[in-house]
């Protein structure tokens, strides 16, 4: 995938498919509000930034896609998506899912939902964030749940009984101040409401009708993007000609109209269906934690109301909560152990440590990397800090870019804001550029920066005043065939 034009307006910056800079002499004249509307006019909720107000623009944006243009135009919440003849209309952040899918081409949420954190370097989140948090705004990245996203294991599995437990503790917080009231041991006692039970009962009974139709549904799209490919395939085979103005044109895959964008209108559908089979699940999940609960209830009125299972049922006391907390902090540890002894497992835990050895060695901060594979799971970042911090992150989350681009044979956008920040050295960007220019010598690339770095670009996008007004373009050292940036 990759971008071809932004549209502000009546303002449009042309970019090149191989590498674009967005400069400017000073800072604060738009740079990196150019680069946050791509991302914007792209489906996500990026924040405006000073001075401009994203929602009260009108954005296009065309994107290629396996030689075919795509155009989304993007008004505030609506997004509507073109290819060829067919328009699709989304309203944002409801259909995000269907957005992402259609852009990136992907039916995986999981994988759709990290990948801004491999393909965009914020300049104030982006060289902090190693393996996860914040993106920018509320978008964020984590490494256990892309691997979970780009494989098949038991993880998310893990991650919704861990999320139950650490719910579990805010409850055992909150009964730790109760344990100082004087309650009286019969104060529930007639408080049995089996109406409630039986309500969750017939709640869970409907929402395992519900999984059961989505996951009907998702086989069915599934089955029809597979007939579809075998169809048209077949249409291939046959050599079939039509006659058409007295010439015989051979019927193919190519010059049937509207079939690469069905194509991917069902695999948003998918991408969507998935996300609702796992909020359908979670939404069990917890409706079978609260039956649980209220059941524990019924068979020891006696004791303290539990707000949760992992709450001892003989006399509660200060230290017997303490040992209760103590043991949720160890299941908590467990579930994390286990999960990371599944994603550890893997073979793509494996590619991206090797890449990431491979990539710190062009780097030159080799001596960063830990020895064992479980490095790619560190929560030990204050170790790191100034170039080496930064150098380190760049590694990793190509790294990871690397492998998920092999993996599934697509090609993302690079976009870098402010790539010299910090201690940063002309020697380490040098550095940054030979990573880039070796490993992913065809993606598209854009960086936004005051520097040039004594390259030469494909195309130039020079913001002399403010991204708004007076917008030009420089062009020194272009070829004939580059492409010109009129932003008028």
């Known amino acids: 995938m990759e971008i071809d034009y932004l549209l502000i307006n009546d303002k449009k910056f042309q970019f090149d498919v191989g590498t674009t800079l967005i400069y400017s002499r000073k800072n604060s004249h738009g740079k990196t509000s150019l ?260 059941l524990s209830l019924f068979s020891d009125q006696d004791q303290i109301r539990r707000f949760n299972n992992a709450v001892e049922k003989i006399n509660i006391t200060q230290d017997s909560m303490e040992s209760t907390l103590k043991e949720n902090t160890k299941e908590i540890n467990k579930l994390k152990s286990l999960q990371r002894d599944s994603l550890g497992s893997i073979q793509q835990v494996r590619k991206i440590y090797n890449t990431i050895v491979k990539f710190s060695k062009i780097l030159g901060v080799q001596d960063t990397i830990d020895k064992d594979e479980d490095f790619i799971f560190t929560r030990d970042l204050k170790r790191y800090s100034g170039a080496k911090l930064h150098l380190l992150v760049f590694a990793y989350r190509m790294a990871v870019l690397k492998v998920v681009q092999n993996q599934d044979d697509k090609i993302f956008p690079i976009i870098v804001d402010s790539p010299m920040a910090g201690e940063v050295d002309a020697e380490n960007i040098q550095r940054m550029f030979k990573l880039l220019d070796q490993e992913f010598p065809n993606n598209q690339k854009i960086f936004a920066s005051i520097y040039e770095y004594n390259r030469k670009w494909d195309t130039k996008i020079v913001l002399n005043e403010g991204l708004m007004d007076g917008v030009s373009n420089l062009n020194e050292g272009l070829s004939e065939n580059n492409t010109t940036t009129n932003p008028d």
Do not use: C
Not at 48 to 70: H, V, W
Not at 239 to 253: E, F, Q
């Open 35 to 294: 680069i946050r509307l791509v991302l914007y006019a792209l489906g996500y909720p990026i924040p405006s930034t000073k001075g401009i107000d994203f929602s009260k623009l009108s954005l296009e944006i065309g994107i290629i896609q396996r030689n075919q243009e795509m155009v989304l135009k993007r008004h505030d919440k609506i997004i509507n998506i073109e290819m060829g003849q067919s328009v699709r209309t989304y309203k944002l952040p409801e259909d995000f899912t269907e957005v992402l899918a259609s852009v990136f081409e992907t039916e995986n949420p999981k994988l759709a939902d990290n990948l801004l954190g491999l393909i965009y370097f914020d300049q104030d989140k982006g060289w902090t964030l190693l393996n996860r948090g914040i993106v920018i705004g509320k978008i964020r990245f984590k490494i256990e749940e892309l691997l979970d996203g780009i494989s098949n294991t038991d993880a998310e599995k893990i991650q919704i009984e861990m999320d139950s437990k650490k719910e579990e503790r805010k409850v055992l917080l909150q009964i730790k101040t109760l344990l100082t009231l004087n309650m009286e041991s019969e104060k529930n006692k007639d408080d049995i409401n089996w109406s409630s039970i039986d309500e969750l009962q017939d709640q869970i009974r409907s929402i395992d009708m519900d999984i059961n139709k989505k996951k009907l549904k998702i086989s069915k799209l599934d089955r029809i993007i597979k007939s579809n490919d075998s169809f048209y395939k077949l249409i291939d085979d046959m050599n079939i000609l039509i006659k058409v103005d007295n010439k015989a044109i051979p019927v193919s895959k190519k010059n049937i109209l509207g079939f690469d964008f069905n194509q991917t209108v069902i695999t948003a559908q998918i991408a969507r269906e998935n996300r609702e089979l796992s909020e359908y699940i979670v939404q069990k999940n917890k409706m079978s934690k609260d039956l649980n609960k209220q």
